[in-house]
């Protein structure tokens, strides 16, 4: 990586990556949090599954998952690691937890209350993989935007074809897995809603699938964004000076 030694590097806010690719892959691996952060969020689901279906007590599932989701934020604490994802996971039950007593409230049965736990996790990815295939659909990947944070100016690496190709890229293996979570398992939910499948059984698969195609999946994408990003090596310039990202021509 170059800047202009005129400038002293701390004005220039260079980061500490010299390529595009090393730059997305450590973001990438900032955002998702790793093995551990993958399986600390699918912990909580996975109690909460089998407790329902064992005892058929939101109470008993939906507090066994919060215990869970908690004695993973102590470990951290003691650790004194990052509690983000944690906190994250927490967050999914707390509105987890809102859909059911919203569902409650209507006068829904258990097993509607049961399925309302699964809905905001739909949702997300449905709206995830529609937010951000919309994107790269107009041209303005958010992966981009994670270079933007990094060298200072949000926009600059739009104009180059090059980094735009690849942050197109890049946000299509996110939007992936969200797409294949919200095709597979939203048909499944209004069966078990609708009542043509078993509440039960919708419940089941609902949870099987959370889990199996939550970290499995999200793996995968990055997997297949570490063999792209190892194709390429595109020189990464701070652009705090001059408002440009300055790629070199992408030799793949």
């Not at 507090?63 to 996971?89: G, H, I, P």
């Not at 258990?110 to 709206?127: E, I, S, V």
Request: one cysteine or more.
């Amino acid at each position: 990586m170059t800047h202009d030694p005129a400038v002293p590097a701390h004005h220039t806010g260079a980061p500490t990556t010299d390529t595009v690719e090393s730059l997305v892959r450590q973001q990438l691996g900032q955002a998702l949090g790793g093995r551990r952060g993958m399986i600390e969020a699918a912990v909580p689901t996975l109690v909460f599954t089998v407790l329902w279906l064992t005892t058929r007590n939101l109470t008993v599932a939906l507090s066994a998952s919060v215990v869970v989701a908690v004695a993973e934020l102590a470990v951290r604490l003691v650790q004194r690691s990052t509690v983000k994802f944690v906190v994250n996971a927490l967050v999914g039950i707390g509105i987890g937890w809102f859909f059911v007593h919203l569902s409650a409230s209507r006068g829904g049965s258990a097993d509607d209350q049961a399925l309302a736990y699964f809905l905001p996790g739909l949702l997300y990815n449905a709206g995830y993989a529609v937010v951000f295939g919309f994107t790269c659909l107009i041209g303005w990947p958010l992966v981009g935007f994670m270079i933007g944070s990094v060298t200072g100016d949000p926009t600059a690496w739009h104009s180059d074809r090059q980094i735009v190709r690849l942050c197109s890229q890049l946000t299509w293996l996110l939007v992936l897995p969200c797409a294949v979570r919200a095709v597979v398992q939203g048909p499944i939910w209004l069966a078990g809603h609708s009542g043509s499948m078993s509440a039960d059984t919708a419940v089941a698969m609902l949870g099987v699938l959370k889990v199996a195609m939550g970290w499995p999946l999200q793996l995968a994408a990055l997997g297949a964004m570490s063999w792209l990003l190892g194709r390429n090596h595109t020189p990464l310039e701070s652009g705090a000076v001059s408002g440009e990202v300055s790629p070199a021509v992408d030799p793949g």
